[in-house]
């Protein structure tokens, strides 16, 4: 499994290994400096936390919640993540969202594209959730400003 390889490489110790996937992964062709301190970073947790972390994620099952979800949420994928796909699935449940997917951007999209995030997030939180339903919602507003329109 996934989990056992990522394990298995953490208790080698094998940084090499580990920084090769995430400079693999990375489409915008993160520094092998970066990725080997990445790796590095990761191998300085303890193995309880490192096992405790991927048991975390793996028991962390929102998808059949999704869809009560009506927090206003931006949600941000890489196109290039192989994890793409269920990120799309996802986001067709939630009620509330909106999706930003950074192109040429791989799993991590803080540490590929940093300063595209840093822009996106603030737009977010001024013009909230925006999609198709928000903006029939707007267009179907009384001219008066007295429509939802934001999508909040």
Do not use: C
């Not at 930003?100 to 013009?127: K, T």
Request: net charge negative; glycine share 10%; charged share 30%.
């Amino acid at each position: 499994s996934e989990r056992e390889d990522r394990l298995d490489r953490w208790r080698r110790r094998d940084a090499e290994a580990i920084a090769r996937r995430r400079y693999a992964g990375s489409a915008r062709g993160i520094s092998r400096e970066s990725a080997r301190a990445e790796a590095e970073r990761e191998l300085s947790a303890s193995e309880g936390h490192m096992v405790e972390s991927l048991e975390a994620m793996e028991g962390l099952r929102l998808g059949e919640r999704l869809p009560e979800m009506m927090t206003p949420t931006l949600m941000l994928a890489g196109a290039t993540d192989a994890l793409l796909p269920y990120n799309l699935h996802d986001f067709g449940k939630l009620g509330n969202a909106t999706l930003h997917v950074f192109s040429r951007v791989g799993h991590g999209i803080s540490s590929e594209v940093p300063a595209a995030v840093s822009r996106v997030i603030p737009d977010f939180l001024e013009h909230g959730v925006i999609t198709a339903a928000t903006l029939a919602q707007r267009a179907a507003a009384p001219e008066d400003g007295q429509g939802s329109g934001e999508g909040r």
